[in-house]
């Protein structure tokens, strides 16, 4: 048992060293022999914009078809018209610093940027609960973490925001303990800088961050320095900053945001406070919604996460005098933070997937909740690290822990819908399509796509949908200009095409099979009437 004991006794940068091949070949190894090809928008807009900037380009691209159609509806999802060039409809913070990344150190090194990030989140998650409770409870956790189904999933596909935004909060919340612990100046202004980062990644997550940050200090009040407070404001900023000037280069005004039609036009303070409540809950507040979401995400998906969590906080409750007063603190502060997120997100009831009963791990709510799954599980390797000690514990450890890898790995990598195996061979079915189509179109042409957008962006410029008769205007302006325009959709029967082409007769339009052939797909072409 020599070797047991010391399994805990080793210095925090043996861990950093451990943890390098660990992010290459645990998260980093779903993008080995991938195309550039993504299984959702917001990954491709990303990815796009970020290349963008690698490649030395502005982060805005040029969107000119859409001044022959008079109507921004030449573009993929994900993305806006903003004074007639293509702009993210998204947070701005990920395109930034990828694509940074990606011009110093070369465009191969971007899809690993965030498997690599993984590094700053399990090691700062080490540190705190190491400071929290203890080595053996510590390195419990950051095992826990690295193995957890949302941790993995969304720290494999990188361009997500949600898992960089977690390890830079991580990491401010290690600077501000350490501010808290030893009262010097550079732990508030790193805190800065790393909260700064955060939300520039998801710049929506303000209001619990600033909430739950000011609670925090109040109940270390004593231990603050007030003085240094201002190098805590002066971080953020700086590490903002980019955000700000990108913001205003685009929008006009540095707090507008590209994320929603809607907010996209604030363009002054009081307009924004005018908008506190939709942002404080932008979807509502349903319990019953909650309540579904809950069970669903937060239980029935990774149910083996939440025994070890109901678990971990049944034993802290009853050992709540023998944990410190920081563990304590920090506790109900976990809590605050996991209620938020559960009653903000969980009123939001929407189907990523196809399938509207489905419950997979690529659907929102499990990147959405990575706060609430990853510091849950401090508790639960509290009480693992008491089972450990105790006889027949380090089997039953290793036991569990056996159990709760495959059935993370049985969840991340071959569930049947969205886990990343299935991911992995949509992405390539998707490229042989674009190739095929790609040799059937010409290069100045437009698709309307619907959700296969992401399938031929930005190869070849798409419309979305055509929703309204200005959007079948738009299109006869296109082939009026010879601009060729293509319609990849499921298959149509005779009698469909034919009631179809009854409708385009209203604005002098048909339309013509070009090729069959994308297992429920087809691609037809729109041509002039006369």
């Given at each position: 048992?020599?070797?047991?004991?010391?399994?805990?006794?080793?210095?925090?940068?043996?861990?950093?060293?451990?943890?390098?091949?660990?992010?290459?070949?645990?998260?980093?190894?779903?993008?080995?022999?991938?195309?550039?090809?993504?299984?959702?928008?917001?990954?491709?807009?990303?990815?796009?914009?970020?290349?963008?900037?690698?490649?030395?380009?502005?982060?805005?691209?040029?969107?000119?078809?859409?001044?022959?159609?008079?109507?921004?509806?030449?573009?993929?999802?994900?993305?806006?018209?903003?004074?007639?060039?293509?702009?993210?409809?998204?947070?701005?913070?990920?395109?930034?610093?990828?694509?940074?990344?990606?011009?110093?150190?070369?465009?191969?090194?971007?899809?690993?940027?965030?498997?690599?990030?993984?590094?700053?989140?399990?090691?700062?998650?080490?540190?705190?609960?190491?400071?929290?409770?203890?080595?053996?409870s510590a390195l419990i956790a950051v095992l826990l973490l690295a193995f957890h189904?949302?941790?993995?999933?969304?720290?494999?596909?990188?361009?997500?925001?949600?898992?960089?935004?977690?390890?830079?909060?991580?990491?401010?919340?290690?600077?501000?303990?350490?501010?808290?612990?030893?009262?010097?100046?550079?732990?508030?202004?790193?805190?800065?800088?790393?909260?700064?980062?955060?939300?520039?990644?998801?710049?929506?997550?303000?209001?619990?961050?600033?909430?739950?940050?000011?609670?925090?200090?109040?109940?270390?009040?004593?231990?603050?320095?007030?003085?240094?407070?201002?190098?805590?404001?002066?971080?953020?900023?700086?590490?903002?900053?980019?955000?700000?000037?990108?913001?205003?280069?685009?929008?006009?005004?540095?707090?507008?945001?590209?994320?929603?039609?809607?907010?996209?036009?604030?363009?002054?303070?009081?307009?924004?406070?005018?908008?506190?409540?939709?942002?404080?809950?932008?979807?509502?507040?349903?319990?019953?919604?909650?309540?579904?979401?809950?069970?669903?995400?937060?239980?029935?998906?990774?149910?083996?996460?939440?025994?070890?969590?109901?678990?971990?906080?049944?034993?802290?409750?009853?050992?709540?005098?023998?944990?410190?007063?920081?563990?304590?603190?920090?506790?109900?502060?976990?809590?605050?933070?996991?209620?938020?997120?559960?009653?903000?997100?969980?009123?939001?009831?929407?189907?990523?997937?196809?399938?509207?009963?489905?419950?997979?791990?690529?659907?929102?709510?499990?990147?959405?909740?990575?706060?609430?799954?990853?510091?849950?599980?401090?508790?639960?390797?509290?009480?693992?690290?008491?089972?450990?000690?105790?006889?027949?514990?380090?089997?039953?450890?290793?036991?569990?822990?056996?159990?709760?890898?495959?059935?993370?790995?049985?969840?991340?990598?071959?569930?049947?819908?969205?886990?990343?195996?299935?991911?992995?061979?949509?992405?390539?079915?998707?490229?042989?399509?674009?190739?095929?189509?790609?040799?059937?179109?010409?290069?100045?042409?437009?698709?309307?796509?619907?959700?296969?957008?992401?399938?031929?962006?930005?190869?070849?410029?798409?419309?979305?949908?055509?929703?309204?008769?200005?959007?079948?205007?738009?299109?006869?302006?296109?082939?009026?200009?010879?601009?060729?325009?293509?319609?990849?959709?499921?298959?149509?029967?005779?009698?469909?095409?034919?009631?179809?082409?009854?409708?385009?007769?209203?604005?002098?339009?048909?339309?013509?099979?070009?090729?069959?052939?994308?297992?429920?797909?087809?691609?037809?072409?729109?041509?002039?009437?006369?």
């Amino acid at each position: 048992m020599v070797i047991s004991s010391k399994l805990f006794k080793f210095r925090f940068y043996y861990l950093i060293i451990l943890l390098v091949p660990l992010g290459l070949f645990l998260y980093g190894s779903f993008h080995f022999n991938l195309p550039r090809r993504f299984n959702s928008p917001d990954e491709a807009a990303n990815a796009y914009f970020a290349h963008r900037l690698a490649q030395g380009y502005s982060l805005t691209a040029p969107a000119g078809l859409n001044e022959i159609t008079l109507e921004p509806i030449v573009h993929p999802r994900s993305t806006h018209i903003i004074k007639g060039q293509l702009a993210p409809a998204s947070f701005l913070g990920l395109p930034l610093l990828i694509g940074f990344l990606g011009r110093i150190f070369g465009q191969s090194i971007m899809p690993l940027i965030t498997p690599l990030a993984a590094i700053i989140g399990l090691s700062c998650f080490y540190w705190l609960v190491r400071e929290l409770s203890d080595k053996r409870s510590a390195l419990i956790a950051v095992l826990l973490l690295a193995f957890h189904p949302a941790f993995w999933y969304y720290h494999s596909r990188s361009f997500y925001h949600n898992a960089l935004f977690f390890d830079f909060l991580l990491l401010a919340i290690v600077c501000l303990m350490l501010a808290i612990k030893n009262g010097k100046p550079w732990p508030y202004l790193a805190g800065g800088l790393a909260l700064g980062a955060a939300l520039a990644m998801r710049t929506s997550e303000i209001f619990w961050l600033v909430t739950c940050g000011l609670i925090w200090l109040s109940l270390n009040w004593h231990q603050v320095v007030v003085r240094y407070l201002w190098l805590l404001i002066l971080g953020a900023l700086i590490s903002f900053l980019p955000v700000f000037v990108t913001n205003y280069s685009i929008y006009g005004s540095i707090i507008s945001v590209g994320y929603s039609q809607d907010l996209k036009q604030v363009t002054n303070i009081p307009q924004a406070l005018g908008l506190l409540p939709q942002l404080l809950l932008p979807f509502g507040f349903h319990p019953r919604v909650i309540l579904f979401t809950a069970k669903n995400y937060l239980w029935q998906l990774i149910w083996w996460w939440a025994i070890f969590v109901m678990v971990g906080l049944v034993y802290f409750l009853f050992t709540w005098r023998q944990q410190t007063k920081q563990a304590q603190k920090f506790l109900l502060v976990v809590l605050l933070i996991s209620v938020w997120l559960v009653v903000v997100y969980g009123s939001w009831l929407f189907n990523d997937n196809p399938d509207p009963n489905a419950i997979t791990i690529g659907t929102s709510y499990v990147r959405y909740w990575l706060p609430v799954f990853s510091l849950l599980l401090w508790p639960a390797a509290v009480f693992i690290s008491k089972v450990w000690q105790k006889k027949w514990g380090r089997v039953l450890v290793f036991g569990l822990f056996g159990g709760y890898i495959i059935l993370s790995i049985n969840l991340v990598w071959w569930e049947p819908l969205e886990g990343l195996g299935q991911i992995k061979a949509n992405v390539k079915r998707f490229e042989n399509w674009n190739r095929e189509v790609q040799a059937l179109t010409e290069p100045n042409s437009v698709i309307v796509t619907g959700l296969t957008d992401k399938i031929f962006w930005p190869e070849r410029s798409v419309i979305y949908n055509l929703a309204s008769s200005t959007d079948y205007q738009a299109v006869v302006r296109l082939v009026q200009n010879q601009i060729p325009v293509y319609w990849f959709r499921s298959t149509l029967r005779p009698d469909d095409l034919k009631r179809i082409n009854l409708n385009l007769k209203n604005y002098n339009l048909g339309l013509a099979i070009k090729q069959y052939g994308w297992q429920d797909f087809s691609l037809y072409q729109f041509y002039l009437l006369n």
